[in-house]
């Protein structure tokens, strides 16, 4: 598990990232970028896979780690497709670090030896995100308790970064109260934890019922994460209100896929498209003030939470702002 000695380094880095962030906007919070689409499962509410595109030559993803080092991101989270099925998955997370970025992963939690958690712990990772969706594997999806439960005792015996386990309500899950007894046992095994609102296989919204919403309730009071306890959003979508908020996709957040184009979510392909290696801060000042049409009905909670700092920033400038009128 994570050592104290990590964790204080991560804390440490995790304030430096959020101090620049209230202080500068020109530049992205979190990237999230793929370098597979392939994944080694097929969810049937995933629409973020294929079975049969080859990984991203590794010199590729260095230039485009490289570049949104230039860009001062803060946070490089690789996902997919299953981003562990990458041959040179380490390379780049070892690169991510030595741009002085976190590096984060997201996977569904299938590769995860002990040999393999080692090779992370090398490579400098500093969080891992596995999202299970059930107790036991069923014709929606095989990210189960039953299947990956190894798995997670693996990492709570080898990990040195952050491990997340995500559970899932909405979209038709048989078993809502599947995403209570995920929690649980992530929480037994010392990791934080959270539960997202599951789109169906359009993106789209479905409102929880009374049922689904207890149990979302009950999980988020288990939530050991401060990072994943900003989850004020998810309130009105469990009910299925839309959200008043600015959304800072292609600005605080950046998608890049895996022809190296920056898009606003993994849910929003084809905007703004823009190569990686062409955008500019220009690029991350405009979409800043960009409404997004999708933004009060969207579940992506990176998104949300890479914009929350500006939520928080506005304060402390108005509080900035008055400090300087009453001195002079």
């Not at 998955?89 to 995860?112: E, P, S, V």
């Not at 409102?207 to 919403?213: F, G, K, S």
């Amino acid at each position: 598990m994570e050592t104290f000695s990590h964790r204080v380094t991560r804390t440490v880095r995790e304030l430096r990232m959020v101090t620049w962030g209230l202080l500068d906007t020109a530049h992205p919070i979190l990237a999230q970028i793929v370098p597979m689409r392939r994944c080694n499962l097929a969810c049937t509410y995933c629409n973020e896979y294929d079975k049969t595109s080859d990984p991203v030559p590794l010199p590729t993803m260095l230039r485009r780690i490289d570049r949104l080092g230039e860009l001062r991101t803060g946070i490089v989270t690789i996902s997919g497709g299953e981003p562990m099925m990458h041959p040179d998955l380490d390379a780049i997370i070892k690169r991510t670090r030595d741009r002085g970025m976190l590096a984060g992963l997201i996977t569904n939690g299938f590769y995860l030896s002990p040999e393999r958690i080692e090779r992370l712990n090398e490579a400098g990772l500093e969080y891992l995100q596995i999202s299970i969706d059930n107790v036991t594997p069923d014709e929606v999806s095989k990210k189960s308790l039953k299947t990956l439960d190894k798995k997670l005792q693996h990492l709570a015996t080898h990990a040195r970064f952050h491990v997340n386990i995500n559970s899932v309500v909405g979209a038709g899950m048989k078993h809502p109260e599947d995403a209570l007894t995920i929690a649980k046992r992530a929480s037994a095994l010392g990791f934080s934890t959270s539960v997202g609102i599951l789109h169906d296989a359009s993106g789209q919204l479905q409102p929880l019922n009374a049922r689904e919403t207890a149990i979302y309730d009950e999980v988020v009071r288990l939530g050991q994460g401060l990072y994943t306890r900003i989850n004020d959003f998810q309130k009105n979508l469990i009910e299925g209100r839309p959200n008043e908020w600015q959304c800072r996709a292609g600005s605080r957040y950046l998608y890049i896929c895996e022809d190296g184009l920056v898009h606003y979510c993994s849910q929003q392909r084809g905007f703004p498209a823009i190569p990686l290696e062409q955008y500019t801060s220009e690029d991350i000042r405009r979409e800043h003030l960009t409404p997004k049409s999708c933004a009060p009905y969207c579940t992506i909670g990176c998104v949300h939470r890479a914009s929350s700092i500006d939520t928080y920033r506005q304060p402390l400038l108005k509080l900035r702002t008055f400090a300087r009128a009453s001195v002079l």
